[in-house]
């Protein structure tokens, strides 16, 4: 039975939420190895997604299923226009009957330059709805490469037979990486020398009875998409994506989660579709539940933020999905917005958050603000899964949860629990596991041990070794951490996470360096709040912000605490530098979801690394004590 959050004499009370997965079971292996899993099995659940698109469409036809504010001339957003769920299956099958009728197959998929539009998703459902796999494909590599190296990686991979772009702003990428003989369909616009499809023409397209025998040919095996990793070091790799992944995944996200299943749920989500956090986690939810998604076009930036604040004071989402940057930029908000405070708590039923830790301080700052309001709090849910697992994998199984708190396996998912390099790699398997990466079979067979669990590379270890019920909590990358000149090793997540914790709130990702050297450096990205140490004006350059004397003065004092509470070279901070330049997406620096890329970014600020332990790095920091 679900265990709901309540709260005891004198703990903390939180709104009503139903926690799932409560108790895991744990056996034994040999050398050291553990295998995890809830207690209880999971349920039944779709063979195709487009089950349930059609179910919707005949229970609640006219229900918004997507919306997306209109663009004014000048560029500016304007009312929501809204596509119903009989609408949506409407055109998913008119679209469908065009894409058969080009030939398109898993060899020859979709690849979509979009960001998250009306336009991308009825395309999206259109594939989905006939069998054609598709790849919405990260419009940085589009619209912010310069070399487009990353796209040309992504159209050799897939060997598209029709690429979408939303308009003109595509067609550099268009021209330097499509084919001639590849079709081009585009929203708006034309290009220069090359034949464009409209997609009314598609829209158009009157469906036969072929549309509906291709529906019920796909099965829980078939291809629904193609996702690609973030690639950091080397080129992304392309995620097969099945219906027996994301229909799995849904049920097993209801299993942790009930209350997702309790009404249809209502998102305002700017998460990118061609991430598995906006585009399979959160587009699922709304899918499967019959709920309504409404595209934020906000972003967690400076100039983008606004928007996303606009469309939260108007839309009461029923769960609220974000990064930790943007949960971040709406924490200051909300402390100042009573409009905002007011619509975004009015029916949410938890925060949630992923692509990075989420710093205690804002954890307690949300905490703080939703008791003045609301007289209680919000569970603010997190849990652990990637690209190849659906993504969903771990859950929290109470409220009093911590930063870095994973929680158990889901329903039908078991982990294994390895010992690596004095830390323990967590690896699944279970129905939302990815069958492996497309046309790669040397990478898939690496990916996969002796037992067929996926191997993540991420380390966990236990919140409570004596409470196997509490269940795990995050401890970094094996990948990430190194070994000093000395030979010591340096562990980077606690150590990370330490930066960050004494930071707060100016600190919202550190990158540790000194990869066989003799000291641990740090190269710091601060949050927008540095500002308010810096008494600069609002438009400062980032860089007057981080070298001003406020700023080096309380970062100095933040070096020395860590200083003090280290026991040894491999957790002591020697060196540390604040970075103006926000990480790249381009380079790899920060994946879609807003998490750093630790190895990225050694790569490629390797001489910013260097001059920070060879003293020839301007405003380096360092603890007093040396």
């Known amino acids: 039975m679900p265990t709901t959050a309540a ?6 009370r939180y709104r009503p939420l139903a926690f799932g997965i409560t108790r895991g079971v744990l056996r034994e292996g040999d050398g050291g190895v553990q295998y995890l899993q809830a207690d209880q099995p999971l349920g039944a659940y779709a063979h195709r997604m487009t089950e349930r698109l059609v179910h919707w469409a005949a229970v609640a036809p006219d229900r918004t299923f997507v919306a997306r504010r209109a663009r004014n001339a000048d560029g500016s957003s ?24 080009r030939g398109l197959s898993p060899e020859r998929p979709v690849a979509l330059l979009s960001e998250n539009s ?7 459902l259109g594939c989905l709805y006939v069998g054609i796999p598709y790849c919405p494909v990260s419009p940085p590599y589009s619209l912010v490469s310069k070399d487009f190296e990353k796209l040309r990686h992504v159209m050799a991979t897939l060997t598209p037979g029709l690429v979408f772009a939303t308009d003109t702003r595509y067609a550099n990428a268009i021209a330097a990486t499509v084919a001639p003989e590849v079709e081009v369909v585009m929203s708006s616009g034309t290009l220069e020398g090359r034949a464009v499809t409209p997609l009314g023409e598609l829209i158009a397209t009157e469906p036969t009875s072929a549309v509906e025998a291709a529906m019920h040919a796909t099965h829980p095996g078939t291809i629904t998409k193609f996702l690609f990793t973030s690639g950091s070091t080397k080129n992304p790799k392309a995620v097969i994506n099945t219906h027996r992944m994301w229909c799995a995944n849904q049920a097993q996200l209801r299993a942790s989660i009930p209350a997702l299943g309790d009404e249809p749920p209502v998102l305002v989500d700017w998460l990118p579709w061609n991430h598995t956090f906006g585009g399979n986690h959160n587009v699922g939810i709304v899918l499967d539940n019959g709920g309504t998604l ?3 076009d906000g972003r967690p930036t400076p100039n983008g933020i606004a928007e996303t604040l606009r469309n939260l004071r108007e839309i009461a989402p029923t769960v609220y999905f974000n990064v930790p940057t943007g949960f971040e930029y709406i924490t200051q908000a909300m402390a100042e917005d009573a409009v905002l405070r007011k619509t975004l708590l009015s029916r949410c039923k938890l925060f949630f958050y992923a692509g990075a830790a989420l710093p205690q301080s804002l ?9 003045a309001e609301l007289g209680e709090r919000l569970v603010i849910g997190t849990g652990l899964g990637m690209t190849e697992s659906g993504p969903f994998g771990l859950y929290i199984t109470r409220p009093e949860v911590r930063t870095g708190d994973l929680g158990l396996p889901t329903a039908g998912m078991e982990i294994k629990l390895v010992p690596v390099d004095g830390k323990t790699e967590i690896r699944y398997r279970g129905p939302n596991v990815t069958p492996g990466y497309w046309r790669l079979p040397e990478a898939t067979h690496e990916a996969f041990d002796e037992e067929g669990f996926f191997r993540t590379g991420d380390a966990v270890t236990w919140i409570d070794p004596t409470d196997i019920h509490l269940g795990l909590r995050f401890d970094g990358r094996i990948a ?48 927008q709040a540095v500002r308010e140490l810096a008494g600069l004006p609002a438009d400062a350059p980032m860089r007057a912000v981080v070298d001003s004397p406020a700023v080096q003065l309380h970062f100095q004092k933040v070096l020395d605490r860590l200083a003090a509470d280290a026991t040894g070279s491999a957790n002591r901070i020697a060196r540390a530098a604040l970075v103006a330049e926000p990480p790249s997406i381009d380079k790899g620096e920060v994946t879609d979801k807003g998490s750093i890329n630790q190895r990225a970014v050694l790569q490629h600020r390797d001489a910013q690394v260097q001059a920070l332990h060879t003293d020839a790095l301007p405003f380096t920091l360092k603890p007093q004590w040396q």
Do not use: C
Not at 93 to 99: F, P, V
Not at 500 to 527: C, R
């Open 78 to 101: 304007g009312d929501w226009v809204r596509i119903s769920y009989r609408e949506a299956l409407h055109t998913a099958r008119a679209i469908g009957q065009a894409l058969l009728q």
């Open 118 to 124: 009306l336009e991308h998703a009825m395309l999206a």
């Open 294 to 296: 409404y595209i934020d």
């Open 480 to 527: 990430e951490d190194f070994k000093l000149a000395t030979g010591t090793f340096v562990s980077v997540g606690p150590l990370r996470a330490k930066i960050i914790a004494f930071g707060a709130p100016y600190v919202q990702d550190a990158v540790l360096t000194g990869i066989n050297l003799k000291e641990v450096g740090a190269l710091i990205f601060p949050t």
């Open 363 to 371: 954890w307690d700052d949300l905490h703080r603000i939703q008791e």
């Open 7 to 12: 709260a005891g004499v004198g703990a903390p």
